[in-house]
């Protein structure tokens, strides 16, 4: 073969130095990944060493083999090499390995995976790796311009090997990083989610489903402390076989154990002790309650333990399935605090509900409510407006205003408060305190948006948040600009016909401080134009939500065919007609949720 120059040879070294530079600022500013720039280092291999082929082969160590990650000239790219503990040992002894002459303690396995190495046209290998840690390996084919590897080849092979196990090391990190913000946000909305409801059972079966759901696992069960008979009793259960949930339904666990109790039992038990730590089996042969792999955490509430939350058979690629981590462990936990103190307030709630105490309570808050919800709105020069709010309880977290705004401008709100009775109130009476206070001095509605995610954030406990909409009416030229924080789109009916939906806006408030908002979503504000006759309905989701005897919902399209029926009418008929139809929808059934309206008609 004929000699590369020195001059060509040092050309291609700047060069691929040069892009090797770029490269590592782009995956180092996060700005890329290493399955995006995997296929770029084999160009600048194959370009530098000028050889016949490569590929990047990353280890599996779920699947115990190496995978082709990326390839340049090779017969099959979807070809899977079967490696062990000792034969990963062997290929970090060596900087490279010439497959041609290998040592003799990677013989046998390069025997036995002879027909992979040819369909890579494999004659070199370079180890992958991070310290100890095995990544992978790069694999090279024959070598275009020189019969045997020169010295400047088989020393910068070893470089270029360390400069990709760090890019795949670093970009790891970073999808760890940016999973672990995915499994906390997902904690966060799961954990709203569940504390909205005050309903014993529902929650119970949303802690289960939950707990599935952040964990990756396919079953799982809560079991609480019956304090009565000192045993761990099952109260939700989830298993994609029948079978399984027919034995465990009825599980029901002595705390005191005793020689009666089945021995993969006692772990689960010791679990719901007051001093006990969280459980993990990862034993395929000796798996508990017939699981693959297992974890039981303790739930605690604020003062003693109330069960065990349990997570079952991990989910991994290809039908794989992982052990739990550590990391596993710390979320459940962490779920488990949030769901703990949920379940214990549902239980609180429905025993308070029963005493005089918590009655009174409420009808004291329903009078203060009811002054902070206007007796009728204010008279609009070319409008009309009028809105109704009728709560679940006597408490409820609705709210809605109109109020004079900027300039001779007019600000219609509307909100939601999360959950129900006196936090909501006091959570939707502060909501109501900062709109009158930022109403008179805000610049934008965004900034406004901001300044009361703030405020209700400070103001409210864990999973607590309001859904909020806020409108900004210009009499002289008709135009509303508006913003929407998680709520329900207001209509907008067309006196021709039709209807627009006010949705532009962001995140509910009070769920994030507004440094992690703004890393989340921004507030956008929208301005639409009115004409005579348009109608403008606003309202929360205790309308559209209203169930039937059969189960039904309310729903959006029921809304907009009322309000298309009588929009010719008053804004009171028209307000007065739509609660008129969700009542007739409702029938015998038990009002589902506070039910509010509001309705701006221009003349």
């Not at 280092?41 to 083999?65: D, F, K, M, W």
């Not at 014993?200 to 069960?221: C, F, K, P, R, W």
Request: proline share 4%.
């Amino acid at each position: 073969m004929q000699s590369v120059s020195a001059e060509e040879t040092i050309q291609r070294l700047i060069f691929s130095l040069s892009e090797l530079e770029q490269l590592g600022e782009t995956i180092i500013s996060g700005r890329g990944n290493f399955n995006v720039s995997s296929r770029t280092y084999l160009r600048i291999i194959h370009g530098t060493l000028q050889v016949t082929s490569c590929a990047i082969l990353l280890y599996q160590p779920s699947e115990n083999c190496l995978a082709v990650e990326a390839a340049i000239n090779v017969k099959d790219e979807s070809l899977n090499i079967p490696v062990n503990d000792d034969d990963i040992a062997a290929i970090l002894e060596s900087s490279t390995i010439d497959i041609s002459s290998p040592p003799p303690t990677l013989e046998n396995f390069l025997n036995q995976v002879q027909p992979q190495l040819e369909l890579l046209g494999t004659t070199l290998w370079a180890p992958l790796k991070i310290r100890d840690e095995f990544l992978g390996v790069i694999s090279l084919g024959s070598f275009r311009s020189q019969d045997n590897l020169e010295d400047w080849n088989r020393e910068l092979l070893p470089v270029l090997a360390n400069q990709i196990s760090v890019a795949i090391a670093y970009s790891r990190l970073v999808d760890k990083t940016r999973a672990e913000q995915f499994r906390l946000f997902m904690l966060s909305d799961t954990a709203t989610q569940i504390c909205k409801s005050l309903d014993t059972e529902a929650v119970q079966e949303e802690v289960v489903t939950h707990a599935i759901t952040l964990l990756d696992a396919s079953a799982g069960g809560l079991l609480l402390i019956n304090p009565i008979t000192q045993r761990l009793e099952m109260k939700s259960l989830f298993a994609l076989e029948p079978d399984a949930n027919a034995q465990l339904e009825n599980l029901s666990i002595p705390l005191q154990t005793d020689q009666e109790t089945s021995s993969a039992l006692t772990p689960i038990a010791q679990v719901a002790t007051q001093e006990g730590e969280t459980l993990i089996s990862n034993d395929e042969v000796e798996g508990l309650l017939g699981r693959r792999n297992l974890m039981a955490v303790p739930m605690r509430g604020r003062e003693e333990t109330l069960g065990v939350l349990i997570v079952a058979d991990k989910e991994g690629r290809g039908g794989t399935t992982p052990d739990f981590t550590d990391e596993d462990r710390v979320l459940l936990e962490a779920f488990a605090n949030q769901a703990g103190v949920s379940i214990e307030n549902a239980q609180l709630y429905q025993e308070a509900l029963e005493g005089r105490q918590l009655q009174a309570e409420m009808d004291e808050a329903a009078k203060i409510q009811q002054n902070l919800i206007p007796e009728a709105l204010p008279e609009i020069s070319g409008y009309e407006a009028t809105g109704l709010y009728f709560p679940r309880g006597g408490v409820g977290g609705d709210y809605y205003d109109c109020l004079p705004d900027a300039d001779d401008t007019w600000g219609l709100a509307i909100a939601d408060v999360s959950g129900k009775g006196m936090q909501a109130a006091l959570l939707m009476a502060t909501l109501r305190a900062g709109l009158h206070s930022e109403v008179t001095r805000k610049e934008d509605l965004p900034s406004m948006a901001e300044a009361l995610n703030s405020l209700l954030y400070a103001s409210s406990t864990s999973g607590k948040f309001a859904t909020f909409f806020y409108a900004q009416l210009h009499p002289e030229t008709d135009q509303i600009t508006s913003i929407n924080a998680g709520h329900n789109y207001p209509l907008v009916i067309r006196r021709e016909g039709g209807y627009d939906e006010l949705e532009k806006g962001g995140v509910m408030l009070g769920m994030f401080p507004n440094d992690v908002l703004s890393e989340i979503s921004e507030f956008e504000q929208e301005t639409t134009q009115l004409g005579s006759g348009d109608v403008v309905l606003f309202y929360t989701d205790g309308v559209t939500e209203t169930v039937n005897t059969d189960g039904e919902l309310y729903e959006e399209e029921r809304l907009e065919a009322v309000a298309q029926r009588v929009k010719s009418e008053s804004a009171d008929q028209i307000c007065q007609a739509i609660y008129d139809d969700v009542i007739a929808f409702q029938g015998e059934a038990e009002q589902f949720d506070d039910l509010t309206l509001m309705v701006l008609k221009k003349i």
